[in-house]
C-alpha cells in the first residue's frame, strides 16, 4: 500500500529495502522481498540471523549504518523509538513500514518525516497481522481466515494514506483518526 502511494505501484522487486531486524518477523520479511527480488540491506545484533539473510542473497550492514542506505524503504522490524531526531536527518528513504512497535520516538519524529516527505505507515496498523492471528486462534483457527483478515491491512494502510492527504496531517494522526 505504501509502495502504491508514493511510487504509483505495487512491484516489490522494483525497490530496494532496509530491514532492520532479521528475527522472526524481519526473516521472514527478508524472505518475501528476496523472492520478489528485491534488493534488501540487513543488520541484527545476532549475527547468525544476518547470515541467514545474507544467504537468501540479503547484504549485511552494520548496526548503526542501517540508518544511511540507499534504499526506497525503511523497514524497522526489531527495537521501537529507532525513528528519531539522530536518525531522520539521515534517511534517504522515502517510505517507513515495519513490524517493530512505537517506531517514532516522539509525535514530533511523525511531523519530521512528514516534512521530508517521507512516507511513514504507521507500525500498529503494519503489524496488526500478528493481532488478528491471534484473535482467530480463540474462535477455533483457520488459516483461510487468517489470510482473508490480514489482507485488510492493505486497505486500512490506503485510508490511512488517503485521509493523511486529505486533511494535510501526518500518517500517525490519521491512524488515529
Known amino acids: 500500500a505504501a509502495l502504491q502511494t508514493r511510487y504509483g505501484n505495487e512491484e516489490v522487486g522494483d525497490y ?12 521472514h520479511l527478508v524472505r518475501l522481498l528476496r523472492e520478489e527480488g528485491a534488493k534488501v540491506f540487513v543488520t541484527d ?5 544476518v547470515a541467514a539473510a545474507v544467504e ?5 550492514v552494520g ?3 542501517i540508518y544511511d542506505v540507499d534504499a526506497d524503504v525503511f ?9 528519531n531526531e539522530n536518525t531522520i536527518p539521515r534517511f534517504k528513504f522515502k517510505i517507513v513500514a515495519g513490524a517493530a512497535n512505537n517506531q517514532l ?3 514530533e519524529c511523525g511531523d519530521e518525516l ?12 503494519v503489524n496488526a497481522g500478528g493481532l488478528m492471528n491471534v484473535s482467530i486462534e480463540f474462535e477455533g483457527y483457520s488459516e483461510q481466515r487468517a489470510y482473508r483478515m490480514s489482507r485488510t ?16 496531517i501526518p500518517t500517525y494522526q490519521a491512524s488515529n483518526r
Open 114 to 125: 512528514t516534512r521530508r516527505d517521507i512516507l511513514y505507515a504507521p507500525d500498529y496498523a
Open 63 to 65: 548496526l548503526e549504518e
Open 153 to 168: 491491512i492493505y486497505y486500512n494502510l490506503k485510508r490511512i494514506f488517503e485521509i493523511a492527504d486529505r486533511d494535510g
Open 56 to 60: 537468501m542473497g540479503a547484504e549485511a
Open 45 to 49: 545484533i545476532n549475527e547468525e540471523a
Open 105 to 107: 520516538a516522539t509525535d
Open 75 to 83: 523497514s524497522p522490524c526489531a527495537l521501537g523509538a529507532v525513528v
Open 16 to 27: 530496494s529495502f532496509a530491514v532492520q531486524g532479521a528475527g522472526h518477523v524481519g526473516h
